[in-house]
């Protein structure tokens, strides 16, 4: 009888068949495109379903996050006005000396977004009273290193941290998902977790607050974030399950929460693009039917 991974790999290697990736992906996406205006249902349900293509990334993102408006017509004239309050920005905080403007660019950036909010340093999310700086700053780090556009960055740095803050209302939600579904992936590793009791003092709130910024590198981290901007947050529960399934081996000889924290922490560079990529693939093998729902909200 097929277990589950098989049936996954199975449908992975179907998709692969009968051409749904690579090249299809990109001609799919550029018909989505051409549409006037473009249709944001469609846009979701493409980008739950497949990665976007590199060279569309930044664009599509931002049509999603409704930084620039569904009329591609229109994307010029929005995109310069995104640019003038950017600058007016960066001008009063400077002007005001609210930050030191040899700081890293991550945190000048955080200084415009707290003008904004009209705060004199970073809030906490209500629901968590997690601060909102370790949220922005590692987002803000992975954007500078995707798009060397700052204006770019500033508008999705922004959107992600509001998605996050959104998002503090389920975090438990998430934990409970991330636990279940360990549970019924790898149930040795998840004993052995909570028998050192060590389940409980993996890092889930700074991972799913940060959406694995500074976690996983930046380019396997963008097929994560494709999920997210289409509305998609609970794929951070399976990201988190696969990252620590990945590292089973070294899990399962730690013998205290140190030493299982610093496994996680330390994950090799070829692992991150599989924890990515499998993490995806268990994420629409049991989420596909809400994923469907979701693009049409």
Request: glycine fraction near 2%.
């Amino acid at each position: 009888m097929p277990t589950m991974t098989d049936e996954r790999n199975f449908r992975s290697s179907y998709y692969e068949k009968v051409g749904c990736r690579g090249v299809e992906e990109k001609k799919s996406l550029e018909i989505l495109m051409k549409e006037k205006p473009w249709d944001r249902v469609k846009l979701k349900q493409f980008c739950l379903r497949f990665t976007v293509p590199a060279a569309y990334r930044n664009l599509v993102w931002k049509v999603l996050l409704d930084i620039l408006p569904v009329y591609p017509d229109s994307h010029q004239f929005v995109a310069e006005q995104r640019t003038d309050q950017y600058n007016d920005l960066l001008y009063a905080v400077e002007s005001l000396e609210m930050v030191d403007m040899k700081a890293p660019r991550s945190e000048i950036l955080m200084a415009m977004w707290l003008l904004e909010l009209e705060e004199r340093k970073p809030p906490k999310f209500p629901e968590t009273n997690y601060c909102s700086s370790d949220t922005f700053i590692p987002i803000a780090n992975t954007l500078l290193q995707l798009y060397d556009n700052e204006v770019d960055v500033y508008w999705l740095c922004k959107s992600l941290t509001e998605i996050v803050r959104n998002m503090q209302k389920d975090l438990h939600k998430l934990k409970e998902a991330f636990h279940t579904m360990l549970e019924k992936e790898d149930q040795e590793l998840f004993n052995h977790l909570v028998e050192i009791k060590a389940l409980e003092a993996l890092p889930l709130t700074e991972w799913f607050n940060s959406c694995f910024a500074g976690v996983i590198d930046d380019t396997s981290l963008t097929k994560i974030w494709d999920k997210i901007c289409s509305g998609a947050p609970k794929i951070l529960s399976y990201v988190a399950v696969m990252l620590v399934v990945t590292l089973r081996r070294n899990i399962l000889k730690a013998k205290s929460q140190d030493e299982v924290l610093k496994c996680v922490s330390e994950i090799p560079e070829q692992c991150e693009e599989v924890v990515a990529n499998k993490a995806i693939e268990l994420w629409q093998y049991y989420a596909q039917p809400q994923n469907d729902q979701l693009a049409k909200k």
